[in-house]
């Protein structure tokens, strides 16, 4: 008797540690051994990822994440699992991914077909349409109202490949000028220099929301691509992106992920207090119901 | 680390066609050298006249370089890139800041680019300059008023041809940081090296290739300078002289 119990509780042991030891793998068991999560953010991708006037990270993305890190401290009974934030930007969001400075990055990258190359991608968090911001008052109302003008869009978007390749291919003869980033892109709309700013609609929204007279600003034309944003992690990780998955999952089917939406596109939002006025689209209600990390083509 | 290597990338064809992304990195490595050029140019030409404005007995004279000096050396190169770009069209009367924003983008930045590097390096040109002047011995100046030079020919055969050949070496210097210097040109959009360098990286997540390729460039430009300043400080020696022998 005695006997039989010492084994099944040896047999206890030895599984319950099994189930710890030798699964945990990769990204989850640097966070298990340093009891440390590192979390990459956005500094202005607004309402994604950004600063509010007392120096935290919020947003969208952030929300998100923050539903990852609840998940990690409740599935590896970590209780006091530090958060490291740092803020990265969309030319080094890769390398501090792949390195290990950053454990996951959630703010607004496009999941591409190059990039799943060197990083992993969360199920789709958000769909956007590429399209233009432009002065209402402007007569452009779609893409071929930009022919011989001079039209600004970011850097290292998909956009700006977008753009130039149009340009191209149609011989519109627009000047193309590619900003650092989106700030410094709306203000070289603003300030005249460029009739039209192309860029993700989420984007401009956001942007318009922080301008002198948001009334001023619409949004038009017909979405020339739709692009899916997702969170970066390593590759060949599969148990954390296991864990990610499931975590956004879950709070996409439960409805909670709607909510956050709402908080962040259908509702005032720092800094300026500004409704964005976003409503969900057909495509992100599909990626909500059936959660899936595919590239849009 | 699970970095996917792939040095073929240079060969490979851009989305926009006509061109492989290395020419995308020898367009960008000529817009460089450009303006890099350009605004040396402008640079030595100001520095030369400012450094010899601060060391001449007329008040207003140094007092326009010193503040020069103090305003350009004193402040971020970025910021002035910004200034240049963005506020000074905003500050000029409308009309001609709305014919300034409505040439060519490329024109553009390449002009804000230019001025910017060429003030901000003239600035460091001038205090060189007057370090060079006020490091010959002041009895030059003496000899040649008293031959019956006047001032400005006093400083054109007696006082500047020494002055520049002690600051020859830190001119080299000030020559290589324009081209590195050039580079903040990428926050405007200007598509030089750096601006190619990270747009590749863009399109192809690839970034560890194309930072070293753009490292390895910038690196040829200045080892190209240094020989050709070497050449040039050598033939200008003086034997037996400071800075020359």
């Not at chain 1, 390195?99 to 990039?115: K, M, P």
């Given at each position: 008797m005695f006997n039989r119990l010492l084994l099944a509780a040896m047999a206890c042991f030895l599984f319950s540690t099994s189930v710890l030891a030798a699964e945990l793998t990769g990204t989850l068991k640097k966070i298990k051994d340093t009891n440390t999560i590192a979390l990459g953010h956005r500094d202005s991708s607004v309402p994604f990822s950004y600063y509010n006037d007392k120096n935290e990270v919020i947003g969208y993305s952030q929300d998100l994440m923050m539903k990852v890190v609840a998940a990690v401290k409740k599935d590896l009974k970590l209780p006091n699992l530090k958060v490291t934030l740092t803020a990265v930007t969309s030319q080094n969001r890769i390398p501090l991914v792949q390195?290990?400075?950053?454990?996951?990055?959630?703010?607004?990258?496009?999941?591409?077909?190059?990039?799943q190359k060197q990083v992993a991608f969360s199920d789709t968090i958000f769909v956007i349409g590429t399209r233009l911001l432009t002065k209402k008052d402007s007569g452009i109302k779609d893409f071929a109202d930009l022919a011989g003008k001079n039209v600004v869009t970011t850097a290292g978007t998909t956009s700006e490949?977008?753009?130039?390749?149009?340009?191209?291919?149609?011989?519109?003869g627009m000047n193309i000028i590619s900003a650092k980033d989106h700030g410094e892109s709306f203000l070289t709309l603003e300030t005249g220099r460029a009739v039209a700013f192309m860029m993700d609609d989420a984007l401009l929204a956001g942007q318009r929301a922080n301008a002198k007279h948001p009334k001023d600003w619409v949004i038009v034309g017909k979405p020339m691509s739709n692009e899916a944003y997702g969170c970066m992690m390593r590759k060949d990780d599969p148990q954390f992106k296991a864990l990610v998955d499931k975590t956004f999952a879950k709070v996409m089917k439960s409805g909670e992920a709607a909510k956050i939406y709402k908080k962040w596109f259908m509702s005032p939002v720092p800094p300026k207090g500004m409704n964005l006025d976003f409503p969900m689209s057909d495509d992100m209600k599909a990626a909500f119901k059936h959660p899936n990390d595919k590239a849009f083509p | 680390m699970n970095y996917h290597w792939n040095w073929d990338i240079f060969l490979a064809e851009t989305p926009s066609g006509s061109t492989t992304y290395l020419g995308w990195l020898l367009s960008g490595l000529e817009v460089t050298i450009a303006v890099s050029l350009s605004a040396w140019i402008i640079a030595l030409i100001v520095g030369l006249f400012m450094g010899v404005f601060r060391t001449v007995p007329n008040r207003w004279l140094s007092g326009i370089a010193t503040v020069y000096v103090e305003v350009f050396r004193n402040t971020p190169l970025l910021v002035q890139l910004f200034i240049w770009y963005f506020v000074m069209p905003e500050l000029l009367p409308v009309s001609i800041g709305?014919?300034?924003?409505?040439?060519?983008?490329?024109?553009?930045?390449?002009?804000a680019a230019m001025l910017c590097l060429a003030l901000f390096t003239g600035a460091r040109v001038c205090e060189q300059v007057r370090s060079g002047i006020n490091s010959l011995s002041v009895g030059q100046r003496y000899a040649g008023l008293a031959l019956g030079f006047t001032l400005p020919q006093t400083y054109r055969y007696a006082i500047l041809p020494m002055a520049i050949r002690i600051i020859l070496p830190p001119l080299t210097s000030e020559f290589l940081n324009i081209f590195k210097n050039s580079a903040v040109a990428s926050t405007i959009g200007l598509l030089e090296l750096a601006a190619q360098g990270r747009q590749l990286v863009d399109y192809t997540a690839q970034a560890y290739e194309s930072f070293i390729a753009v490292t390895v460039l910038f690196m040829a430009i200045n080892v190209v300078v240094m020989v050709l300043m070497h050449k040039i400080e050598a033939r200008a020696r003086v034997p037996g002289n400071a800075g020359g022998g």
């Open positions: 390195n290990g400075t950053v454990d996951i990055a959630c703010g607004s990258a496009t999941n591409n077909l190059e990039r490949r977008l753009l130039r390749k149009l340009n191209e291919d149609k011989k519109m | 709305n014919a300034f924003k409505s040439i060519n983008p490329f024109l553009q930045q390449f002009i």
